[in-house]
């Protein structure tokens, strides 16, 4: 694995273990709803990045 593509691959990971907190603690309202938020947003932007570090 490229150095170049170690940030967006962790961005991926940090976003998908925030989706997974979010979907399987069950330990309040505005925890849950920032996880899945935040997750999301990190998961869409790792995806993002890696294809731009690929093209670019």
């Not at 150095?3 to 925890?31: D, E, M, Q, R, Y």
């Not at 709803?33 to 731009?52: A, K, M, N, P, Q």
Request: net charge positive; glycine share 12%; proline share 4%.
């Amino acid at each position: 694995m490229k150095k170049i593509l170690l940030h967006p691959i962790v961005i991926l990971i940090a976003g998908f273990v925030l989706n997974g907190i979010a979907w399987s603690v069950n330990i309040g309202h505005p925890f849950n709803t920032i996880c899945l938020v935040f997750g999301l947003g990190l998961f869409f932007l790792g995806i993002i990045l890696s294809i731009i570090k690929i093209r670019g």
